[in-house]
């Protein structure tokens, strides 16, 4: 038996359909994690923030989820071999700049994920 994935995605209101918490980006279109990705306090946070809904993860996310981490996984590494033109005025990296060191995944390098990957790994202010 398969444990139950969650889904949390952001309200429609949020800018730019991302809202960060937690030092992660959560979507509108969502977010699938497993229920020990946070602690107990962390969830209360979660739960307790109106730009969010938390609800059960559709049925197949298993396999989404394990091919979004590998194309993650992928992104992190191109991220840290990126010269400084693969990057935007405020320090993110661009899509265009990793879709380029990986061409073979370039389809699978959404802006979403590239923000998602960026928000665990960008610098502390």
Same mark, same amino acid.
């Given at each position: 038996m398969t444990?139950? &994935?969650i889904r949390i995605a952001a309200v429609a209101s949020a800018l730019n359909g991302t809202f960060f918490r937690l030092g992660r980006a959560f979507t509108t279109e969502g977010v699938i994690v497993e229920p020990e990705t946070f602690t107990e306090d962390e969830?209360? !946070?979660l739960q307790s923030t109106?730009? *969010?809904?938390?609800s059960p993860a559709p049925e197949g996310a298993e396999v989404e989820m394990a091919a979004q981490a590998t !194309? @993650? %996984? @992928?992104v992190k590494a191109a991220i840290g071999a &990126?010269?400084?033109a693969g990057f935007d005025k405020d320090g993110a990296p661009t899509v265009a700049a990793l879709r %380029? @060191? *990986?061409p073979d995944l370039s389809k699978k390098i959404t802006a979403k994920l590239v923000a998602e990957v960026w928000s665990e790994l960008k610098p502390a202010p």
């Open positions: 444990k139950q &994935l969830w209360a !946070v109106s730009m *969010l809904h938390i !194309v @993650a %996984d @992928a &990126l010269e400084p %380029d @060191a *990986l």
